[in-house]
């Protein structure tokens, strides 16, 4: 299960405050994230992006509930991304609660899930 998103604003995951463009604190932990925040497994990607549909394949497969936002009708998106790997557009980049994953494998999505968003899994994945 999956819902397409285009640029709402409600449904935006935190940008870093570095203010310089960069993310702030440790690499894949965006600061100021707070429990009234919208939570789930959001999925930035691009239209043609092997690397993307690989991931978004085995989300399906595995029945884990995702945003999928794609970084080529959103800037503000495609600046989320940037901030979070180093200034590229590097696809596909997951959120998840505080955590950030750039070209992650399924098994790091589920083990982020299951603390971040147990709600996404599917129940015989929770643990």
């Given at each position: 299960?999956?819902v397409?998103?285009?640029g709402s604003?409600?449904n935006?995951p935190?940008?870093p405050?570095?203010?310089d463009?960069?993310?702030a604190?440790p690499?894949?932990v ?18 043609r992006?092997p690397?993307?549909f690989?991931l978004?394949?085995r989300?399906?497969?595995r029945?884990?509930a ?11 998106a495609?600046a989320?991304?940037r901030?979070?790997a180093?200034?590229?557009e590097t696809?596909?980049t ?19 899930a299951?603390t ?7 129940p015989?994945?929770?643990t």
């Open positions: 299960m999956f397409e998103s285009f604003e409600r935006r935190p940008k405050s570095a203010g463009g960069k993310p604190g690499p894949g965006l600061q100021g994230v707070t429990s009234a925040e919208p939570s789930g497994v959001v999925v930035y990607w691009r239209p992006c690397f993307c690989a978004l394949r989300l399906e497969r029945g884990i995702h945003r999928r936002v794609n970084i080529w009708q959103d800037r503000d495609a989320v991304v901030a979070l180093g200034g590229n696809v596909p997951v959120v998840i609660g505080p955590v950030s994953l750039v070209n992650p494998s399924v098994r790091a999505v589920i083990e982020a299951a971040y968003a147990p709600h996404a899994l599917p015989a994945t929770r």
